[in-house]
């Protein structure tokens, strides 16, 4: 499974904010996109996701041109949960996650078995099992959040594309979540990109690190060729120190 922009060009009222982009994502790989606010971030994650239509160039699934492709083939291999989705007035966890099976199911037929497994494991890996028959509109932000994912998980997919997917969350469960997505990465092969804000924690959980700045791509690669004071230094900025988090290895980065 492959994932690819060519010559892409994304923007919003007639506005570009991405530029000619080309860029391969690596399969089989947790990847974190890093910039500071307003660089297009999560405007190529939805060019990615065709949420936001190519004014020109491409993407690429597989080789083929998602442009041409039927949003439910889309689905089948893609998924992508944008910035603070809206849940239906009144749904209830349970209905909610089972929506991500949708591009499985057969015209006229409710969910089979298959369906409802996989709601049942995406509920358990996003601890919200026990909030089934609550409305999402009675929880926590935090647990609105931890119900979308297990709504993105149970869609089953070989990529999965998180803006933002720590929004919300303390820090234990975006820890907690990190290492979800880092274990189906693991255990099933599942190609994750996502944005990040926290450097230090893209860094620990990602294999591959894209930093960008003004719709432009301007290093990727490991944390440690990412992570580095002259590449935040044009990226952000910011005057840092770099240093080797103690624990895990990664580069864990010291604002001057």
């Known amino acids: 499974m492959s994932l690819e922009a060519r010559n892409l060009t994304l923007g919003y009222g007639g506005q570009a904010i ?3 982009l080309s860029l391969r994502l690596p399969s089989a790989t947790v990847t974190a996109i890093i910039g500071p606010n307003g660089c297009g971030k999560s405007t190529l994650l939805r060019g990615l996701g065709r ?3 190519a004014e020109t160039g491409q993407v690429l699934l597989d080789g083929t041109d998602t442009a041409t492709l039927r949003n439910n083939a889309i689905a089948r291999r893609l ?3 944008p910035q603070s989705p809206i849940a239906p007035e009144g749904i209830r966890v349970g209905e909610l996650v089972g929506r991500g ?18 709601v049942q494991r995406a509920m358990q890996a996003a601890t919200v099992s ?3 028959e609550a409305r999402v509109s009675d929880l926590s932000g935090g647990q609105r959040q931890r119900v979308w994912i297990a709504m993105a998980l149970a869609q089953d997919t070989d990529w999965l594309l998180l803006d933002e997917p720590t929004t919300f969350l303390d820090l234990r469960h975006q820890l907690d979540l990190l290492k979800l997505l880092r274990r189906l990465n693991r255990d099933h092969g599942r190609s994750i990109v996502m944005v990040l804000h926290d450097i230090s924690l893209a860094a620990r959980f990602a294999d591959h690190l894209i930093a960008m700045r003004q719709g432009e791509v301007i290093a990727q690669g490991r944390p440690a ?9 044009r990226v952000f900025g910011l005057h840092t120190s770099v240093i080797a988090d103690p624990l895990h290895g990664s580069p864990l980065v010291l604002p001057m």
């Open 79 to 81: 998924t992508l949960l």
């Open 18 to 20: 991405i530029r000619d």
């Open 101 to 118: 099976r949708t591009p499985w199911l057969r015209p006229f037929r409710p969910p089979g078995q298959t369906d409802r497994d996989a």
């Open 130 to 132: 026990e909030l089934r």
């Open 51 to 53: 949420l936001v239509p």
């Open 225 to 233: 060729q990412v992570i580095t004071p002259a590449v935040l230094e």
